[in-house]
């Protein structure tokens, strides 16, 4: 046989093989050749919500306020530091860690009326856009 006859053959059947290689096993190939996620925290993406927001200022009664950080893409970060703040009234805690949701919460109260603004900020150095309020009366 020719040896350009056979260098062309190898060429063909290799590229056969990757081609055969491609349509029946693409998912194991996906999965080395795709991109891994981003799973730092966005400051837009991610929510703060309060419940209810109208306390009130009696010391018992409780304003849940929930933190879901996201990455740009919307997925959950999970094991991330989150400190919250507020303005007025008392937080059960403001050191707190996300849980596989993406999650974190703590309890607002307070003996006095008034409106506690509530900010976040995560790992340090990402403030959330968003803030909140709770009027305490």
Same mark, same amino acid.
């Given at each position: 046989?020719?040896?350009?006859?056979?260098?062309?053959?190898?060429?063909?059947?290799?590229?056969?093989?990757?081609?055969?290689?491609?349509?029946?096993?693409?998912?194991?190939?996906?999965?080395?050749?795709?991109?891994?996620?981003?799973?730092?925290?966005?400051?837009?993406?991610?929510?703060?919500?309060?419940?209810? #927001?109208?306390?009130?200022?009696? /010391? +018992?009664?409780?304003?849940? @306020?929930? $933190?879901?950080?996201?990455?740009?893409?919307?997925?959950?970060?999970?094991?991330?530091?989150?400190t919250v703040t507020t303005t007025f009234g008392t937080l059960s805690d403001t050191?707190?860690?996300?849980?596989?949701?993406?999650?974190?919460?703590?309890? #607002?109260?307070?003996?006095?009326? /008034? +409106?506690?603004?509530?900010? @976040?900020? $995560?790992?340090?150095?990402?403030?959330?856009?968003?803030?909140?309020?709770?009027?305490?009366?």
């Open positions: 046989m020719d040896k350009k006859l056979g260098g062309l053959m190898l060429v063909f059947f290799l590229l056969f093989s990757v081609f055969v290689t491609i349509v029946f096993f693409n998912k194991p190939i996906a999965q080395f050749t795709r991109a891994k996620e981003d799973y730092t925290a966005s400051a837009e993406s991610s929510l703060l919500f309060a419940y209810p #927001l109208l306390v009130k200022a009696d /010391g +018992v009664s409780k304003s849940s @306020v929930n $933190v879901f950080i996201r990455s740009t893409k919307g997925i959950p970060v999970k094991n991330q530091k989150v050191e707190l860690t996300t849980d596989e949701q993406g999650k974190a919460s703590t309890q #607002l109260t307070s003996t006095q009326t /008034g +409106v506690a603004s509530i900010e @976040v900020l $995560v790992g340090g150095i990402t403030k959330l856009t968003q803030k909140l309020s709770v009027k305490f009366e």
